[in-house]
């Protein structure tokens, strides 16, 4: 009997190149191109952008637009791939002409933790605990493009292998545009648990699975140079940090994962239709 070995998808998801090939794929099939962000080591880490709807809504008026990264963990795979299932699902609609809506993705910050299936980088560095000054790259590179950028809504995409189900941060300014509540409520109608744990990362949950933050006060107490922090305090409005458990399936948790973006987005798109050029989003961006 002949054994055929030919990888598993799930293998396949800590093969790089492969990542990017799928995102070559959506992003030629959505319009947008491929940029290189960074070169780390013998990798080059990418983002897309919609240039011209960010030219249209000004880079600098909030203009509607949103952000989304991936990888920063290389073990946390469910991101990688959930962010590229969504785009898969979803990002040609919010390309189209004259209706775009600005948004800025990073498909992997850490290609070398992904290929290796650790957290950190090659130099040991968790690149979620240095965005500051001087950052490394790719870090200090993201942070310079995102500096000329405002966002409403930012995402970055993680996984917790102590998770016994979803969990979320929830950073937003005021109870109106918290969506907390319902994208636990989208996980549970897919039959997705939600984790039950009562202090997650020694914070007390604001309910089960959710923990928000209001105040850029209570943030600056937590010092820490972290992705969702620093775009919080600095770019966009409302920033959410989805935590899948790392041990469930990975189709069901990348399934999960973009399935929360779209809620997210499509949110977001009825409280700022896509008509939204309102340059008054500079306070509501960047006054908090
Ligand atoms: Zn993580």
Known sequence: MSVRLHPDSAQR?????????????????????????????????????????????????????????????GDEVGGTEGLLAW?????????????????????????????NNRRVAADGTDLNRIFHRNAPAPVGELMRL??????????????????????????????????GEQL??????????VDTRRTIEVRRVTR??????????????L???????????????QVFTIETPSEFSLSARAALQARLMRTCLEQLEARTPQGFTGTSAIGEACGK
């Open 87 to 115: 785009a898969q699902a979803d990002l040609a609609k919010w390309n189209v002409a004259g209706r775009e809506r600005p948004f800025f993705l990073v498909p992997c910050l850490n290609p070398w933790g992904l290929t």
């Open 13 to 73: 998801a800590h093969h790089y190149r492969h990542l990017i090939a799928r995102w070559r794929t959506v992003a030629r099939a959505a319009g947008v191109t491929l940029r290189p962000l960074a070169a780390v080591g013998e990798f080059t880490v990418y983002y897309l952008e919609n240039p011209a709807a960010w030219q249209r809504r000004g880079a600098g008026s909030g203009g509607g637009g949103f952000y989304a990264s991936a990888g920063i963990h």
């Open 208 to 221: 089960l699975g959710l923990l928000r933050m209001r105040r850029n006060a209570a943030l600056r107490l």
């Open 223 to 237: 010092k820490i140079p972290a992705e969702a922090i620093w775009l919080y305090q600095h770019v966009a409005r």
């Open 146 to 179: 995102l500096a000329r950028r405002r966002f409403v809504l930012a995402l970055t995409l993680h996984e917790d292998y102590d998770a016994q189900g979803l969990y979320l941060y929830e950073l937003s300014p005021r109870a109106e545009l918290d969506l």
């Open 184 to 193: 636990l409520d989208t996980a549970r109608a897919l039959d997705f648990p």
